[in-house]
């Protein structure tokens, strides 16, 4: 239904920055929660940041908070992610989610998923 596509991945040095773009299909993107997930090798899907439709509430995880800030563009359907201070911990695919969850952090609670797109942060 939703069709999100995630942009600005690549290979970094650790300290260096990266902006993620997500941009978002349909009319309703405003109405919805948008977050950022990622993906290390063997390990499981964790939450990043998340913010809601008009932007106001946001929410981070602790491995992130101060370092990465999530926003959003309505008018261009486009939600972003600025991550300073990269370390090589945050290498991951990220992932684009967007959905009405009622706990910010809960992947499950997403429906509509990017592709993802390749984070690596080198020592």
């Known amino acids: 239904q939703v069709q999100l596509v995630e942009s600005g991945g690549g290979l970094v040095q650790a300290g260096g920055s990266l902006r993620l773009s997500c941009a978002a299909s349909?009319?309703?993107?405003?109405?919805?929660?948008m977050g950022w997930f990622r993906q290390a090798p063997e390990k499981e899907r964790e939450f990043v940041a998340a913010?809601?439709?008009?932007?106001?509430?946001?929410y981070y995880a602790d491995s992130v908070k101060g370092r990465f800030t999530i926003s959003r563009d309505n008018a261009k359907n486009t939600v972003f992610l600025q991550m300073n201070s990269l370390r090589p911990e945050d290498t991951a695919v990220y992932y684009c989610?967007?959905?009405?969850?009622?706990?910010?952090?809960?992947?499950?609670?997403?429906?509509?998923w990017g592709q993802g797109t390749q984070v690596t942060v080198s020592s």
């Open positions: 989610a967007g959905g009405q969850p009622i706990t910010m952090s809960q992947g499950r609670s997403y429906p509509y």
């Open positions: 349909g009319r309703t993107f405003s109405s919805l929660t």
């Open positions: 913010i809601r439709g008009s932007g106001t509430i946001t």
